[in-house]
């Protein structure tokens, strides 16, 4: 894409999901941010050697991840679960946030994949083109990544200890 315009039109229409995705890996909006703007930084430069324009949106999501990922290894601070909560994005209800709870639990490269998978809609072999690895690789960490996730919803949706037990008398 040589002109400019062209090119703020491209980054205008992909900025939104690139930092959903981001925030959906990081958990913060602003490291999302940065990610985002890194990844679409990226894109700026690396276009024009995207020799199959097809594969434009896996080969985005790619960059994306990978500034998410590089992002979230740079970070030297363990996050506990109430600073999360602080700067995770907001929720409209009890099961999003359970389910938000839930991802942010992930390893980060499982998160990643489980957020191209169920949010972008890409199949296991578009998902491993975006993450560089092997499509079997993507369909265990689903696998892993689904268990994780059942595992932390059941708990989550269980009545707590002293509630049950108030309750029950």
Known sequence: MSDSGSLERLISAVWPEAFRLAAGILHDPALAEDAAQEACASMA????SLKNIAAFRTWFYRLVVNEAITISRRRHETVTLLEA??????FDNAEALDLSRALQNLQT??????????Y???SSREIANAAGIPAATVR?????????????????????????LSNAH
């Open 109 to 118: 490269n499982q998160r990643a994949i489980v957020l191209l998978h169920y």
């Open 85 to 90: 909560e602080s700067r995770m994005i907001e």
């Open 45 to 48: 430069v690396s276009l024009s």
């Open 120 to 122: 972008a809609g890409l």
């Open 140 to 164: 265990f960490h689903l696998v892993l990544a689904r268990r994780a996730l059942r595992h932390a919803l059941d708990v989550a949706a269980r009545p707590k200890t002293s509630e049950a």
